[in-house]
Protein backbone atom coordinates (compact mmCIF):
# COMPACT_ATOMS: atom_id res chain seq x y z
CA UNK A 1 0.00 0.00 0.00
CA UNK A 2 1.01 3.57 -0.31
CA UNK A 3 -0.49 6.88 0.25
CA UNK A 4 -0.86 10.06 -1.28
CA UNK A 5 0.97 12.83 0.59
CA UNK A 6 0.57 14.94 -2.63
CA UNK A 7 -1.33 14.37 -5.52
CA UNK A 8 -0.24 16.00 -8.22
CA UNK A 9 -1.91 18.20 -10.71
CA UNK A 10 -4.59 15.35 -11.83
CA UNK A 11 -3.02 11.72 -11.12
CA UNK A 12 -5.34 8.72 -12.12
CA UNK A 13 -5.04 5.39 -12.37
CA UNK A 14 -5.06 4.20 -16.21
CA UNK A 15 -4.63 1.10 -17.86
CA UNK A 16 -4.10 0.39 -21.68
CA UNK A 17 -5.79 -0.14 -24.07
CA UNK A 18 -8.53 0.92 -21.82
CA UNK A 19 -12.53 0.44 -21.53
CA UNK A 20 -12.92 -0.92 -25.08
CA UNK A 21 -16.28 -1.82 -26.88
CA UNK A 22 -18.31 0.75 -24.97
CA UNK A 23 -18.39 3.96 -27.52
CA UNK A 24 -21.77 2.98 -28.53
CA UNK A 25 -23.15 3.41 -24.98
CA UNK A 26 -21.26 7.09 -25.36
CA UNK A 27 -17.64 5.58 -22.64
CA UNK A 28 -14.38 6.82 -24.33
CA UNK A 29 -11.15 4.07 -24.05
CA UNK A 30 -10.00 6.42 -21.95
CA UNK A 31 -6.33 4.67 -21.07
CA UNK A 32 -3.11 6.43 -20.79
CA UNK A 33 -2.57 8.77 -23.41
CA UNK A 34 1.23 8.27 -23.42
CA UNK A 35 0.69 4.49 -24.23
CA UNK A 36 4.19 4.31 -24.92
CA UNK A 37 5.89 4.91 -22.00
CA UNK A 38 3.17 3.68 -20.02
CA UNK A 39 3.27 0.33 -21.52
CA UNK A 40 7.12 0.57 -21.24
CA UNK A 41 6.97 1.58 -17.67
CA UNK A 42 5.33 -2.14 -16.68
CA UNK A 43 7.75 -3.99 -19.04
CA UNK A 44 10.44 -2.78 -17.03
CA UNK A 45 8.27 -4.03 -13.76
CA UNK A 46 7.50 -7.08 -15.18
CA UNK A 47 4.03 -6.93 -15.31
CA UNK A 48 1.44 -7.32 -18.52
CA UNK A 49 2.27 -4.08 -20.98
CA UNK A 50 -1.51 -3.41 -19.90
CA UNK A 51 -1.28 -3.35 -15.98
CA UNK A 52 -2.99 -0.37 -14.09
CA UNK A 53 -0.61 2.55 -13.11
CA UNK A 54 -0.67 5.92 -12.51
CA UNK A 55 -0.38 8.91 -15.41
CA UNK A 56 1.33 12.03 -13.58
CA UNK A 57 0.00 15.23 -15.84
CA UNK A 58 2.39 18.46 -15.75
CA UNK A 59 2.69 17.89 -11.59
CA UNK A 60 3.62 14.62 -10.09
CA UNK A 61 2.73 12.92 -6.58
CA UNK A 62 4.36 12.52 -3.63
CA UNK A 63 3.82 8.98 -2.25
CA UNK A 64 5.14 7.25 0.77
CA UNK A 65 5.42 3.58 0.78
CA UNK A 66 4.22 1.06 3.81
CA UNK A 67 4.94 -2.32 1.74
CA UNK A 68 8.38 -3.07 -0.12
CA UNK A 69 7.99 -2.45 -3.87
CA UNK A 70 9.40 -2.21 -7.17
CA UNK A 71 8.63 0.53 -9.32
CA UNK A 72 9.29 2.46 -12.73
CA UNK A 73 9.10 5.74 -14.10
CA UNK A 74 8.78 7.03 -17.66
CA UNK A 75 7.42 9.37 -20.12
CA UNK A 76 8.32 13.32 -19.23
CA UNK A 77 11.18 13.96 -16.80
CA UNK A 78 9.34 15.17 -13.19
CA UNK A 79 12.87 14.85 -11.43
CA UNK A 80 11.37 11.94 -9.49
CA UNK A 81 13.15 10.95 -6.19
CA UNK A 82 12.99 8.49 -3.18
CA UNK A 83 13.91 10.57 -0.19
CA UNK A 84 15.54 13.08 -1.81
CA UNK A 85 17.38 11.64 -4.09
CA UNK A 86 17.35 11.59 -7.75
CA UNK A 87 16.56 8.10 -9.02
CA UNK A 88 16.74 7.29 -12.86
CA UNK A 89 13.83 7.09 -14.83
CA UNK A 90 13.59 3.96 -17.71
CA UNK A 91 14.77 1.82 -15.32
CA UNK A 92 13.08 -0.27 -12.36
CA UNK A 93 13.51 0.57 -9.18
CA UNK A 94 13.44 -1.31 -5.64
CA UNK A 95 11.87 0.88 -2.98
CA UNK A 96 11.03 0.20 0.53
CA UNK A 97 8.61 -0.22 2.86
CA UNK A 98 9.10 3.44 4.57
CA UNK A 99 10.66 5.44 2.28
CA UNK A 100 8.99 8.14 0.12
CA UNK A 101 8.30 8.62 -3.78
CA UNK A 102 7.87 12.43 -5.00
CA UNK A 103 7.91 14.24 -8.35
CA UNK A 104 7.65 17.77 -9.07
CA UNK A 105 6.88 19.13 -12.76
CA UNK A 106 7.87 18.34 -16.08
CA UNK A 107 10.65 20.02 -17.03
CA UNK A 108 10.85 17.72 -19.85
CA UNK A 109 7.83 16.14 -21.61
CA UNK A 110 4.22 16.59 -20.03
CA UNK A 111 2.94 13.05 -18.62
CA UNK A 112 4.95 10.69 -16.34
CA UNK A 113 3.35 7.02 -15.88
CA UNK A 114 4.93 5.42 -12.31
CA UNK A 115 4.12 1.47 -12.87
CA UNK A 116 3.86 -0.93 -9.92
CA UNK A 117 5.36 -4.58 -9.55
CA UNK A 118 1.84 -6.70 -9.56
CA UNK A 119 -0.03 -3.53 -11.06
CA UNK A 120 -2.72 -1.06 -9.10
CA UNK A 121 -5.47 -2.64 -7.34
CA UNK A 122 -8.68 -1.14 -8.21
CA UNK A 123 -12.47 -2.41 -9.19
CA UNK A 124 -12.38 -2.59 -12.79
CA UNK A 125 -15.96 -0.88 -14.23
CA UNK A 126 -16.77 -2.08 -17.80
CA UNK A 127 -13.71 -4.32 -17.78
CA UNK A 128 -11.28 -1.39 -17.45
CA UNK A 129 -9.84 0.34 -14.51
CA UNK A 130 -9.38 3.32 -16.45
CA UNK A 131 -10.29 6.63 -14.76
CA UNK A 132 -12.50 8.34 -17.33
CA UNK A 133 -12.85 11.68 -14.95
CA UNK A 134 -16.33 13.07 -16.71
CA UNK A 135 -18.36 10.56 -15.76
CA UNK A 136 -16.68 9.63 -12.50
CA UNK A 137 -15.89 5.86 -13.36
CA UNK A 138 -13.48 3.39 -13.14
CA UNK A 139 -9.43 4.43 -11.72
CA UNK A 140 -10.02 4.66 -7.71
CA UNK A 141 -13.50 6.30 -6.70
CA UNK A 142 -14.02 7.52 -10.36
CA UNK A 143 -11.30 10.50 -9.95
CA UNK A 144 -7.76 11.60 -9.76
CA UNK A 145 -6.14 10.71 -6.70
CA UNK A 146 -7.07 12.25 -3.28
CA UNK A 147 -4.31 13.21 -0.52
CA UNK A 148 -4.80 11.07 1.70
CA UNK A 149 -5.80 7.65 -0.35
CA UNK A 150 -4.18 5.06 0.54
CA UNK A 151 -3.50 2.73 -3.01
CA UNK A 152 -2.86 -1.09 -2.90
CA UNK A 153 -1.55 -2.67 -5.59
CA UNK A 154 -1.43 -6.67 -6.33
CA UNK A 155 1.25 -8.45 -4.62
CA UNK A 156 4.25 -10.33 -6.14
CA UNK A 157 7.05 -11.72 -5.40
CA UNK A 158 9.65 -9.64 -5.72
CA UNK A 159 12.93 -10.54 -6.42
CA UNK A 160 16.39 -9.43 -7.98
CA UNK A 161 15.46 -10.04 -11.54
CA UNK A 162 12.94 -7.41 -11.27
CA UNK A 163 15.73 -5.04 -10.45
CA UNK A 164 17.70 -2.59 -12.47
CA UNK A 165 16.06 -3.20 -16.27
CA UNK A 166 15.94 -0.53 -18.50
CA UNK A 167 14.89 0.08 -21.86
CA UNK A 168 17.37 -0.73 -24.61
CA UNK A 169 17.98 3.09 -26.19
CA UNK A 170 16.53 1.96 -29.74
CA UNK A 171 13.15 1.70 -27.96
CA UNK A 172 12.66 4.82 -25.99
CA UNK A 173 9.87 7.21 -27.40
CA UNK A 174 12.31 10.87 -27.94
CA UNK A 175 10.27 12.90 -25.30
CA UNK A 176 11.63 16.38 -25.97
CA UNK A 177 11.06 20.27 -24.85
CA UNK A 178 10.93 20.94 -29.34
CA UNK A 179 8.47 23.84 -29.67
CA UNK A 180 7.65 22.63 -33.29
CA UNK A 181 6.49 19.22 -33.16
CA UNK A 182 4.93 16.96 -36.48
CA UNK A 183 1.93 14.94 -35.98
CA UNK A 184 1.26 12.17 -38.75
CA UNK A 185 -2.50 12.56 -39.53
CA UNK A 186 -4.83 10.52 -41.58
CA UNK A 187 -7.81 11.59 -44.23
CA UNK A 188 -11.57 10.74 -42.86
CA UNK A 189 -13.78 10.45 -42.23
CA UNK A 190 -15.09 13.92 -43.40
CA UNK A 191 -12.28 15.12 -45.79
CA UNK A 192 -14.43 16.12 -48.66
CA UNK A 193 -16.15 18.95 -46.65
CA UNK A 194 -13.15 20.84 -46.36
CA UNK A 195 -11.55 22.05 -50.08
CA UNK A 196 -8.41 21.65 -51.76
CA UNK A 197 -6.91 24.95 -50.22
CA UNK A 198 -8.36 24.14 -46.56
CA UNK A 199 -7.23 20.37 -46.50
CA UNK A 200 -3.45 22.09 -48.15
CA UNK A 201 -3.95 25.28 -45.10
CA UNK A 202 -4.60 22.44 -42.45
CA UNK A 203 -1.33 20.39 -43.80
CA UNK A 204 0.95 23.23 -44.35
CA UNK A 205 0.34 25.95 -41.51
CA UNK A 206 1.38 25.92 -38.15
CA UNK A 207 -1.17 25.24 -35.12
CA UNK A 208 -0.70 26.15 -31.75
CA UNK A 209 -1.99 24.33 -28.79
CA UNK A 210 -4.33 25.88 -26.58
CA UNK A 211 -4.07 25.40 -22.81
CA UNK A 212 -7.37 24.57 -23.19
CA UNK A 213 -6.72 21.28 -23.65
CA UNK A 214 -7.06 18.02 -21.65
CA UNK A 215 -8.00 14.73 -21.63
CA UNK A 216 -11.03 14.96 -23.81
CA UNK A 217 -9.82 16.75 -26.45
CA UNK A 218 -6.53 18.70 -27.77
CA UNK A 219 -7.81 22.79 -28.71
CA UNK A 220 -6.07 24.13 -31.67
CA UNK A 221 -5.63 27.55 -32.70
CA UNK A 222 -4.71 28.94 -36.40
CA UNK A 223 -5.45 30.01 -39.72
CA UNK A 224 -9.41 29.75 -41.07
CA UNK A 225 -9.85 26.70 -43.03
CA UNK A 226 -12.08 27.04 -46.22
CA UNK A 227 -15.32 24.35 -47.46
CA UNK A 228 -16.79 22.89 -50.10
CA UNK A 229 -20.37 23.62 -51.66
CA UNK A 230 -21.15 20.31 -49.79
CA UNK A 231 -20.99 22.66 -46.27
CA UNK A 232 -22.44 25.03 -47.74
CA UNK A 233 -25.43 23.80 -49.21
CA UNK A 234 -27.07 21.59 -47.45
CA UNK A 235 -30.05 20.66 -45.93
CA UNK A 236 -31.19 22.50 -42.47
CA UNK A 237 -31.23 19.51 -40.33
CA UNK A 238 -27.23 19.04 -40.79
CA UNK A 239 -27.06 22.92 -39.01
CA UNK A 240 -25.96 26.21 -39.76
CA UNK A 241 -22.37 26.05 -39.57
CA UNK A 242 -20.09 25.12 -42.48
CA UNK A 243 -18.22 22.55 -39.90
CA UNK A 244 -21.78 21.19 -38.91
CA UNK A 245 -23.67 17.92 -40.14
CA UNK A 246 -26.28 15.81 -39.09
CA UNK A 247 -24.73 14.25 -35.74
CA UNK A 248 -22.22 10.85 -36.30
CA UNK A 249 -20.32 8.57 -34.42
CA UNK A 250 -16.51 10.38 -33.88
CA UNK A 251 -13.40 8.25 -34.05
CA UNK A 252 -10.77 8.37 -31.22
CA UNK A 253 -8.16 11.11 -32.86
CA UNK A 254 -10.67 12.78 -34.69
CA UNK A 255 -10.02 16.48 -35.80
CA UNK A 256 -13.06 17.50 -34.76
CA UNK A 257 -14.03 21.18 -36.61
CA UNK A 258 -15.77 22.69 -34.06
CA UNK A 259 -16.93 25.89 -36.02
CA UNK A 260 -13.63 27.00 -36.59
CA UNK A 261 -11.78 25.75 -34.10
CA UNK A 262 -10.45 22.12 -34.64
CA UNK A 263 -9.96 20.59 -31.54
CA UNK A 264 -8.79 16.75 -31.73
CA UNK A 265 -10.93 14.35 -29.78
CA UNK A 266 -7.97 11.95 -27.10
CA UNK A 267 -8.82 9.38 -24.65
CA UNK A 268 -11.57 10.89 -22.75
CA UNK A 269 -13.25 12.78 -25.99
CA UNK A 270 -16.87 12.10 -26.96
CA UNK A 271 -18.29 9.22 -29.16
CA UNK A 272 -20.63 11.59 -31.09
CA UNK A 273 -21.94 15.01 -32.18
CA UNK A 274 -22.27 17.45 -35.46
CA UNK A 275 -19.24 18.53 -36.47
CA UNK A 276 -16.86 17.25 -39.18
CA UNK A 277 -13.84 15.63 -38.90
CA UNK A 278 -11.66 16.04 -42.10
CA UNK A 279 -8.53 14.10 -40.42
CA UNK A 280 -7.84 11.54 -37.80
CA UNK A 281 -4.71 11.33 -35.36
CA UNK A 282 -3.63 7.64 -35.24
CA UNK A 283 -3.47 6.16 -31.91
CA UNK A 284 0.39 5.36 -32.91
CA UNK A 285 0.98 9.65 -32.48
CA UNK A 286 -0.89 10.09 -29.53
CA UNK A 287 2.24 9.80 -27.58
CA UNK A 288 3.79 13.41 -29.41
CA UNK A 289 0.16 14.75 -27.70
CA UNK A 290 0.65 13.38 -24.72
CA UNK A 291 4.08 15.07 -24.17
CA UNK A 292 3.37 18.45 -25.92
CA UNK A 293 2.98 21.37 -24.06
CA UNK A 294 0.59 24.24 -24.36
CA UNK A 295 2.01 26.90 -27.14
CA UNK A 296 3.51 24.14 -29.15
CA UNK A 297 3.34 24.37 -32.28
CA UNK A 298 1.84 21.81 -34.58
CA UNK A 299 2.43 20.61 -38.06
CA UNK A 300 0.21 17.88 -39.71
CA UNK A 301 1.49 15.33 -41.80
CA UNK A 302 -0.87 13.33 -44.11
CA UNK A 303 0.10 9.47 -44.43
CA UNK A 304 -1.67 6.14 -45.00
CA UNK A 305 -3.93 4.49 -42.99
CA UNK A 306 -1.34 1.46 -43.61
CA UNK A 307 1.53 3.27 -42.45
CA UNK A 308 -0.54 4.59 -39.66
CA UNK A 309 -1.16 0.90 -38.77
CA UNK A 310 2.96 -0.21 -39.53
CA UNK A 311 3.69 2.76 -37.44
CA UNK A 312 1.19 1.10 -34.25
CA UNK A 313 2.67 -1.92 -34.63
CA UNK A 314 6.42 -0.47 -34.71
CA UNK A 315 4.96 0.87 -31.43
CA UNK A 316 3.64 -2.66 -30.25
CA UNK A 317 7.32 -4.13 -30.95
CA UNK A 318 9.35 -1.30 -29.47
CA UNK A 319 7.20 -2.21 -25.94
CA UNK A 320 8.00 -5.71 -26.28
CA UNK A 321 10.36 -7.67 -23.52
CA UNK A 322 13.12 -8.10 -25.76
CA UNK A 323 13.35 -4.11 -25.61
CA UNK A 324 14.26 -4.45 -21.80
CA UNK A 325 18.29 -4.87 -20.27
CA UNK A 326 18.84 -6.04 -17.01
CA UNK A 327 21.98 -3.52 -15.79
CA UNK B 1 16.00 35.34 -2.85
CA UNK B 2 12.95 33.01 -2.78
CA UNK B 3 12.15 32.30 -6.66
CA UNK B 4 8.82 30.72 -7.35
CA UNK B 5 9.03 28.88 -10.48
CA UNK B 6 5.79 28.33 -13.01
CA UNK B 7 5.83 24.79 -12.89
CA UNK B 8 3.11 24.17 -15.76
CA UNK B 9 3.58 25.33 -19.52
CA UNK B 10 -0.46 26.47 -19.13
CA UNK B 11 -1.61 30.01 -19.21
CA UNK B 12 -0.59 32.54 -16.97
CA UNK B 13 -4.56 33.68 -15.92
CA UNK B 14 -3.83 36.02 -13.09
CA UNK B 15 -1.46 37.95 -11.48
CA UNK B 16 -2.88 39.21 -7.43
CA UNK B 17 0.78 40.66 -6.42
CA UNK B 18 2.91 43.47 -7.78
CA UNK B 19 6.23 44.61 -7.20
CA UNK B 20 6.52 45.76 -3.52
CA UNK B 21 3.43 44.11 -2.03
CA UNK B 22 4.18 42.21 1.18
CA UNK B 23 3.11 38.39 1.05
CA UNK B 24 2.52 36.10 3.42
CA UNK B 25 3.76 32.36 2.98
CA UNK B 26 0.80 30.08 1.60
CA UNK B 27 -0.34 33.71 -0.25
CA UNK B 28 -1.42 33.05 -4.03
CA UNK B 29 0.30 35.01 -6.32
CA UNK B 30 -0.43 33.91 -9.15
CA UNK B 31 -3.36 31.56 -11.22
CA UNK B 32 -2.49 29.22 -14.07
CA UNK B 33 -4.70 28.25 -16.66
CA UNK B 34 -3.95 24.36 -17.21
CA UNK B 35 -6.19 21.60 -19.03
CA UNK B 36 -9.00 24.30 -18.45
CA UNK B 37 -8.07 24.03 -14.79
CA UNK B 38 -7.39 26.93 -12.40
CA UNK B 39 -3.53 26.28 -10.82
CA UNK B 40 -3.30 28.62 -7.51
CA UNK B 41 0.57 29.28 -7.54
CA UNK B 42 1.79 30.11 -3.60
CA UNK B 43 4.49 32.16 -1.83
CA UNK B 44 7.47 29.32 -0.64
CA UNK B 45 7.77 32.03 2.32
CA UNK B 46 7.03 35.47 3.85
CA UNK B 47 8.33 38.76 2.18
CA UNK B 48 8.22 41.58 -0.57
CA UNK B 49 8.07 40.81 -4.32
CA UNK B 50 11.31 42.07 -5.73
CA UNK B 51 10.49 41.02 -9.00
CA UNK B 52 7.71 39.70 -11.71
CA UNK B 53 9.15 38.32 -14.67
CA UNK B 54 5.30 37.15 -16.46
CA UNK B 55 2.35 38.86 -17.81
CA UNK B 56 -1.16 37.60 -17.70
CA UNK B 57 -1.13 35.85 -20.83
CA UNK B 58 1.88 34.74 -21.24
CA UNK B 59 1.46 30.96 -22.64
CA UNK B 60 3.80 28.35 -23.90
CA UNK B 61 6.46 29.07 -21.12
CA UNK B 62 9.00 26.49 -20.10
CA UNK B 63 7.82 25.41 -16.62
CA UNK B 64 11.09 25.59 -14.71
CA UNK B 65 11.01 28.89 -15.50
CA UNK B 66 11.17 31.99 -12.63
CA UNK B 67 7.78 33.38 -12.27
CA UNK B 68 8.08 35.60 -9.01
CA UNK B 69 11.05 36.71 -7.15
CA UNK B 70 10.51 36.83 -3.32
CA UNK B 71 13.01 38.83 -0.79
CA UNK B 72 12.41 37.11 2.29
CA UNK B 73 11.25 39.05 5.36
Known amino acids: MFTVIKTGLETSVQDFPGRIGFRDQGFPPSGPMDSWSFRLANRLVGNEVGCAALECQYIGPTLAFEQDAVIAITGANMTPKIDGLAIPMWTSIFIKAGQELSLIFAKVGVRSYIAIAGGINSQPWLGSQSTFHKAGVGGIEGRALQKGQHIDWRSVELNNTLINRAVKSEALPDINNDKAISINVVYGPNEGWLDEAGKAKFLTEPWKLSSKSDRTGFRLEGPTLTFTDKAHNKSPEHGSEPSNIIDQGYPVGGINLAGETPIILVNDGPSMGGFINPFTVPGCEFWKLAQAKPGSQLYFKEITVQQAQRLGREQTEACNDDKITNQ | ?73
Open chain 2, 1 to 73: MENIPLQTSGNIWKILVKVGDKVEEGQVLFIMEVMKMEVDHEASCSGVIQAIHINEGDEGLDADMIAITIEPA
